[in-house]
């Protein structure tokens, strides 16, 4: 039983999960920035059942102790509050390096902080691989690709992005990671991963994200107006988080320095989504007898820079880490309306 957790459980804790033993050799301290994140939350549970030290940093901008308050008072896990602007000193073997905010809004918000989390936040976190000898993981995004001019996108594209328009703030600041992680391959033979990640969706995005996932499914149960923004032609490609996690995983252990993409290439209209999105909330909410009130489209103006169309060619994961997405988006969609369901019924 946990035996040091502030968080208040009706009717007593949980267990904990049960995590495999692993012996010293096997067992390694890994540090995952960004941890508290949608992403770096389902990355950190799995690292924890596979047995290892865990130790997840972030300055929940974007996360939440919650996504991991089912660790706390664990001997393997640890979470410390920081932001990765500024130099932290640990001990670790390997670095997974999310700390970044993802959604548009979110990055929008304060554009030269979410710069400086790309530029300083990766700097920090390499010079400590560059010290201890960690293995390094950069979680880089479809967006260096910007808004693409081929399609799909492969790892070789060097990208089509606006260089001072509203989005360049994240995508230039995970351009700049990319070459600064590169830099520090080159320049002090710091092992580097990096995995340029296509939209990813699932439990414990936050209600608030912005991101289209879970602005249609909030929308959607709540009966409101789905937004889409422009005519809904831009196309995207949605994966299910836990194949991502499958991915950043063999990636990290993999021997494959380069970029590789982890994306589903299931392309859809943002249009064709939405409908997808309303009936797999409306069959959801039947199942409960909860009749509710089906949401329509509306259609908002179009933001600037919007990439119109996303595809990874996901053939390198395939072929060097022999990874492909298990979880068609239907079903990852399922899962993650009945996440939203559960959270709206709690509030
Ligand atoms: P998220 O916003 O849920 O998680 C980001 C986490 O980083 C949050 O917990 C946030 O509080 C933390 N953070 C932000 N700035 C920080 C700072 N300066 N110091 C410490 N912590 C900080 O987003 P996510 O979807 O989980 O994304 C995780 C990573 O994956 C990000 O680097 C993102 O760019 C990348 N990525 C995600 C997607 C996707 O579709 N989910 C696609 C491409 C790339
Ligand atoms: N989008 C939308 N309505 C929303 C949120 C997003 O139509 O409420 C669109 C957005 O304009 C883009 C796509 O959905 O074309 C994906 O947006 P998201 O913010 O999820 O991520 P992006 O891939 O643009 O970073």
């Not at 988080?241 to 859809?268: Q, R």
Request: charged share 20%.
């Amino acid at each position: 039983r946990r035996s040091n957790s502030s968080v208040v459980y009706p009717g007593g804790p949980p267990e904990f999960p049960p995590v495999k033993k692993l012996n010293p050799l096997q067992k390694k301290r890994i540090l995952v920035s960004g941890g508290a994140g949608f992403v770096g939350s389902h990355l950190v549970d799995r690292l924890m059942l596979m047995g290892h030290d865990v130790i997840a940093i972030d300055n929940y901008f974007t996360g939440s102790k919650m996504n991991l308050a089912h660790w706390f008072g664990h001997p393997n896990f640890e979470m410390i509050r920081h932001d990765v602007v500024d130099p932290i000193m640990l001990e670790v073997d390997q670095i997974y390096h999310l700390a970044c905010p993802a959604s548009p809004v979110h990055y929008q918000a304060n554009p030269v902080k979410t710069l400086k989390t790309g530029f300083f936040g990766t700097y920090n976190m390499l010079g400590l691989a560059k010290r201890v000898k960690a293995r390094f993981l950069l979680t880089s995004t479809s967006e260096v690709y910007g808004d693409p001019e081929e399609h799909p996108q492969k790892e070789t594209y060097w990208g089509h992005v606006n260089c001072i328009g509203p989005r360049a703030c994240y995508d230039e600041g995970k351009r700049v990671a990319e070459a600064l992680t590169y830099s520090y391959a080159r320049q002090d033979g710091v092992d580097v991963r990096v995995a340029r990640i296509f939209n990813t969706f699932g439990p414990r995005m936050n209600w608030h994200d912005g991101r289209v996932v879970s602005n249609f499914i909030v929308q959607a149960l709540k009966g409101d107006d789905i937004t889409i923004y422009g005519d809904g032609s831009a196309t995207r490609s949605f994966q299910y988080v836990h194949d991502l996690v499958d991915g950043l995983i063999a990636l990290m252990e993999s021997d494959y320095t380069d970029p590789v993409n982890l994306g589903n290439p299931e392309e859809y209209t943002i249009k064709q989504f939405a409908d997808m999105i309303v009936e797999l909330v409306n069959e959801h909410r039947a199942r409960y007898g909860d009749a509710g009130k089906t949401s329509t489209v509306t259609y908002l103006p179009a933001v600037a820079d919007d990439p119109q169309r996303r595809k990874p060619d996901t053939t390198r994961a395939k072929e060097v880490l022999g990874w492909a997405p298990q979880w068609a988006a239907v079903d990852g969609l399922k899962e993650t309306v009945a996440y939203f369901y559960q959270m709206m019924h709690q509030h």
